[in-house]
T-cell receptor, first 113, second 112 residues
Framework: DTEVTQTPKHLVMGMTNKKSLKCEQHMGHRAMYWYKQKAKKPPELMFVYSYEKLSINESVPSRFSPECPNSSLLNLHLHALQPEDSALYLC????????????FGPGTRLLVL | SQQGEEDPQALSIQEGENATMNCSYKTSINNLQWYRQNSGRGLVHLILIRSNEREKHSGRLRVTLDTSKKSSSLLITASRAADTASYFCALDSGAGSYQLTFGKGTKLSVIP
């Protein structure tokens, strides 16, 4: 199984809402990533978890809060987002942190009103 | 972390033609990867080429790496309409960064 799944596929939320994005992989990978991608731009790294510990946080605002409950799951909790946070949020995993092929999920399309 | 610069930004070709995309970078790398993204979807890994390799093939794809010129190219032969997508190079700069940095991408359109 080389699949990374993400839910939901689409999400519309107001600026006062709290929501969560979910990501799951069953490939036994020990590194998982969150990326943000704006239209016509490359993915930008937000967070890296390696062996369930946060190892990289690319100065992301605190309104984004990652959580890694176990080696297969990665969540991104959203609170008090701004309209400019509207984007495609991609989850990925790899066997180890960096230097390896990353497998991407289909993404969650987020619209903040 | 450095970002690759891709060229061209957009490419339009007829089905059956070859498509070549280039990626240049500035500092040394551990490896360079190419990914494809269909509109609004997740990225799909195509090829990883390490700094000590010069060329790799996968089906209709051929990737070259010239570390002296700090550049890589992706060649898609006998293109198909289904190859229409954005193609990104991603750099692993090593030096303990342990993360990939994606280039701006080339948008390829293959016209049937």
């Amino acid at each position: 199984d080389t699949e990374v799944t993400q839910t939901p596929k689409h999400l519309v939320m107001g600026m006062t809402n709290k929501k969560s994005l979910k990501c799951e992989q069953h490939m036994g990978h020990r590194a998982m990533y969150w990326y943000k991608q704006k239209a016509k731009k490359p993915p930008e790294l937000m967070f890296v978890y390696s062996y369930e510990k946060l190892s990289i946080n690319e100065s992301v605002p605190s309104r984004f809060s990652p959580e890694c409950p176990n080696s297969s799951l990665l969540n991104l909790h959203l609170h008090a987002l701004q309209p400019e946070d509207s984007a495609l949020y991609l989850c990925a995993s790899s066997q180890a942190r960096g230097r390896e092929t990353q497998y991407f999920g289909p993404g969650t399309r987020l619209l903040v009103l | 972390s450095q970002q690759g610069e891709e060229d061209p930004q957009a490419l339009s070709i007829q089905e059956g033609e070859n498509a070549t995309m280039n990626c240049s970078y500035k500092t040394s790398i551990n490896n360079l990867q190419w990914y494809r993204q269909n509109s609004g979807r997740g990225l799909v890994h195509l090829i990883l080429i390490r700094s000590n390799e010069r060329e790799k093939h996968s089906g209709r794809l051929r990737v070259t790496l010239d570390t002296s010129k700090k550049s890589s190219s992706l060649l898609i032969t006998a293109s198909r309409a289904a190859d229409t997508a954005s193609y990104f190079c991603a750099l692993d700069s090593g030096a303990g960064s342990y993360q990939l940095t994606f280039g701006k991408g080339t948008k390829l359109s293959v016209i049937p």
